[in-house]
């Protein structure tokens, strides 16, 4: 099953930096998340049992041939669609949202673990396929795209839900999509916006948006967190106030410092030497992870790369930005260092993928 | 599934596309933290501080207020105020809401305190309970550590403290500064807690001391975390009173017994120092200590016994007997008399056409000044005042202290009035007319006092002609031990001849301790001197006309006093409003009198008076 010459094929390099942004989150919990007036607190040690476990199942997703995981991958993807209905109905309801079927130990949140199964579905259906896809191909690509998208949408997760679109795109790209093709997918996009506007978007994702083209009218309110992410950012300076320093992060003038901010937190209290040190091996892993999906025997392969590196990159970029008070704020946490054990295990396991896929790039 | 070299061809390119793609959001993104941290870095770190970092005044105490051996008179104890710090309040609408339930307020009562304030700078907490209760400071600090009350705020402050209550109208009372006070005096700033009234008042800038500040970290709701440093404030100085407490207790506890509204005051008659001073109706002076409620305040400025004016340095009395000694004096010096001049009272007498009764129904007899003034026999100094006509008894009344103001320590002095034939010309255009001289020679007509220029009346007998000026203060420490506050100067000397005062001083003596009407103020061996004064409110024929009447119309009491007669320590004046006769006004006194020589002398002071059995009703 595991042969053993496969060990020395497994990409070290990927997998310290990994670790690195891992072990980067869970200190910066442990500074955000000890609050002397109200007792230390383990949130730091739940985050490392996800990472144990996120290890577990890399080591899981690298065990069998990725071709294995993408022929059964219309099996995952009905099983995801099964849990997203059913969070849909049973799931546990937390801060106005239906996202979290409660487990003993933690609770599980499906709608992580879609995105490695839409990256699984898409690389099967799109490696199926020769030459440039199709109108037809591209449709059913994104009616398969659609649907967990729209279950998440639902609960309502909009944030999570977003993220999967990139992971259509990039492999719709990498597959041969005609530029053209793309070009008018955003020129569609663009047009669509007003109406989406107009109909779609609720009032407080509309007020969201609004705050960010003019935080300070409504400085309290919506534009609260972004103005106090760019004060947190901002005073951190070069070197930063120091680890456990930061006023702004300690003193709770940012909500969920733990969770979608744990980057300004970094930023205040690393500074710029620090948000240097994380946006490099950001890019470390996922130039590493491309040269992965270069690197791939087949087609397959290089699209399951990037189907799992399209909404992790998406997701670092936009949580990175948003963290510095440069886009609104959304509900999207910092793949490896926001709290969080669902998504630490998908990403450990989509690296796994990744893994496997360079690994196994000489075998038959 | 090998791939086609073209296919190859084409995701190696499009791979490279990404790779390109994502260096340069990267580098933006690099770019974007390096604008943030390194160029705008000051900026931010300011906003930062201003978030997290906040200067709280620290209100200085106020300087104690100790009595003339050191006993505590006035002090300060910590209460807490509960505000609310917009600065930090997210939704100050649901603060406001929140605040009221948890402090069992009405709602619409904390939205009018926030009202008043709204255009204060938003730094400035505005107080919405001073003096909260344990509960109510429990309520709150308990829901804080929720966070369900950002903004919330609760400080301690040093509130003024007046452990006993008596002298009132002395000790004054302390409030916020008023506008105009801040744009007039000097050094003071809205929010300060400034004297008001009273002591308080006139020593502010010495009672008040310099506010301190602290500089603390606090967290998103405003809770305080930490101190980063501390500027301790200066409490005031203190001051050291000529008052003494057990005087002032005697004054009080006889008011208590009478129940009278009314005045007293008590001297040092050597020196003006205020041994005792008090005005009734009297209020609560803690009940401004931390902000006076408005159904309190609206209780006190509409009570028609008016609670809040001092009696004893603002209301003006007709004197009524007390001001026979000012006549009997100018008839003297001015060579009219002599003592052992003689009147023969029938129990009236007619000057000009006129008729002038004497109280005692069938006269008095022949009596001379001593026995007149033992006796208080009107026709007596219908009489020498009619030969002494109204300019000299307005010279000699005034350098004894009458109709002038007293000069003491206190705000808003008010002045008596002895008449003049220039003053009536001035004020009604008329001439004086000699009848009225008559009714002014027993204190009636235009004259009125101040139960203050009685006291410094009573002390300039009691010292043979200097009118010393009354005041309060007998020494500041300012933290480096007590230094003495040396006395005003007299106002100015009478020059009285001894034997002519003396003559004077005897028949005081024989109102108290012979058959006068000051017995009720007899202290065996200490020769207690003084006067009644019975004072109509309104004249016999206007009573008459008044027929009944829910108004008061019973005469005023008068008692002025020294003791002993020779060589007087002690002097003053009580005053009953409606107290029907002086006499009951004498008992108060002899309380008085009772407790300063039993303090003198070491011996146990008496116990809290009964007077039913003496009290004329």
Known sequence: MFERRLYYHIDWALVIAVLALCALGVIMINSTTADPTRGTSRMYLTQLYAIVIGLGAMVFMLTLDYRTFTDKSHLIYFGLIALLLYVMFFGQVQMGARRWIPLRVFNLQPSEFAKVGVALVLAKFFGENRGSPSWTDLAIGGVLTAIPLGLIAKEPDLGTAVTLMPIFLAVAYLAGMRMRILGMLLVCTVLAAPIAWKFALKDYQKSRISTFLDPSQDAKGAGYQQIQARITVGSGGLTGKGFKQGTQGQLRFLPVAHNDFIFSVLAEEQGFAGVLVALGLYLFVILRALEAARLAKDRLGAYLVLGVLASFTFQVVYNVTMSAGLAPVKGLTLPLMSYGGSSMIATLAGFGLVLNVRMRRFTN | ?617
């Not at chain 2, 209100?59 to 207020?65: H, K, S």
């Not at chain 2, 809040?308 to 000694?325: N, V």
């Not at chain 2, 019973?554 to 409606?578: C, S």
Request: aromatic fraction near 8%; hydrophobic fraction near 40%; include cysteine.
């Open chain 2, 1 to 617: 599934m090998a791939v086609p070299v073209e296919d190859r061809r084409r995701l190696t390119t499009r791979l490279s596309v990404l790779q390109y793609v994502i260096t340069v959001i990267f580098s933006i993104l690099a770019v974007g933290f390096w604008v943030l941290q390194v160029v705008e870095h000051a900026k931010f770190e300011e906003m930062a501080e201003n978030n997290h970092q906040r200067t709280l005044a620290l209100r200085a105490p106020r300087g104690l207020v100790v009595d003339r051996d050191g006993k505590v008179l006035v002090e300060n104890r910590n209460s807490y105020s509960i505000s609310i710090d917009r600065e930090r309040t997210k939704d100050l609408n649901r603060t406001i809401r929140l605040l009221g339930a948890v402090l069992g307020l009405d709602e619409k009562n904390v939205r009018a305190i926030v009202d008043r304030h709204r255009r204060e700078p938003t730094y400035r907490p505005i107080v919405v309970v001073q003096d909260a209760t344990l509960a109510q400071v429990a309520a709150v600090t308990a829901r804080r550590l929720d966070f369900e009350l950002p903004g919330v705020v609760v400080e301690e402050v040093p509130t003024r403290r007046y452990p006993e209550t008596m002298g009132a109208h002395l000790f004054g009372y302390v409030g916020e500064v008023s506008d105009t006070q801040v744009s007039d005096q000097e050094g003071l700033k809205s929010g300060d807690i400034v004297g008001q009234s009273g002591i308080e008042k006139v020593y502010n800038a010495m009672l008040m001391g310099e506010d301190g500040a602290k500089r603390v970290v606090v967290n998103s709701v405003g809770r305080e975390i930490r101190t980063l440093e501390e500027d301790e404030p200066t409490e005031g100085k203190r001051l050291q009173l000529t008052v003494d407490y057990d005087v002032q207790r005697a004054i009080e506890e006889g008011f208590d017994q009478l129940g009278f509204n009314g005045a007293a005051v008590v001297l040092d008659p050597t020196s003006g120092d205020v041994l005792g001073f008090t005005s009734r109706p009297a209020y609560d002076p803690n009940a401004f200590a931390a902000g006076i409620d408005r159904e309190t305040w609206a209780n006190l400025t509409s009570d028609d016994d008016l609670p809040l004016s001092d009696r004893a340095i603002q209301g003006r009395y007709s004197p009524g007997s007390t001001f026979k000694m000012a006549v009997a004096t100018a008839a003297l010096q001015e060579g009219v008399i002599t003592p052992d001049f003689k009147v023969h009272c029938t129990g009236s007498a007619t000057f000009y056409g006129r008729p002038f009764k004497c109280w005692k129904k069938g006269g008095h007899g022949t009596v001379d000044l001593r026995h007149a003034i033992e006796q208080s026999c009107n026709v007596y100094f219908y009489t020498i005042g009619n030969m002494t006509g109204i300019d000299k008894i307005h010279k000699w009344a005034t350098l004894l202290g009458l109709g002038e103001k007293s000069g003491i320590d206190l705000p808003n002095e008010l002045v008596g009035l002895v008449p003049s034939p220039e003053w009536k010309q001035a004020r009604f255009k008329e001439k004086w007319y000699a009848g009225e001289t008559v009714s002014v020679s027993i204190g009636q007509g235009s004259v009125s006092v101040t139960p203050v220029s009685m006291a410094v009346y009573a002390a300039t007998l009691a010292n043979g002609g200097t009118r010393v000026t009354p005041h309060l203060l007998k020494a500041v420490d300012d933290g480096n031990g007590w230094k003495p506050v040396p006395p005003p100067a007299p106002r100015s000397h009478a020059p009285l001849d001894p034997d002519k005062l003396q003559s004077i001083r005897d028949g005081l003596f024989l109102v108290v301790n012979g058959a006068g009407t000051g017995h009720n103020a007899i202290l065996k061996g200490y020769d207690v001197s003084g006067k009644t004064g019975t004072a109509q409110v309104i004249s016999n024929q206007g009573k008459e006309r008044a027929g009944k009447t829910e108004k008061d119309l019973r005469d005023n009491g008068w008692f002025v006093f020294f003791a002993p007669r020779d060589k007087p320590e002690i002097a003053g004046v009580v005053l009953l409003e409606h107290g029907v006769h002086g006499s009951n006004a004498a008992l108060v006194a002899h309380h008085v009198l009772d407790t300063f020589f039993a303090k003198k002398e070491g011996r146990p002071l008496p116990p809290k008076p009964e007077f039913k059995a003496n009290l004329v009703p």
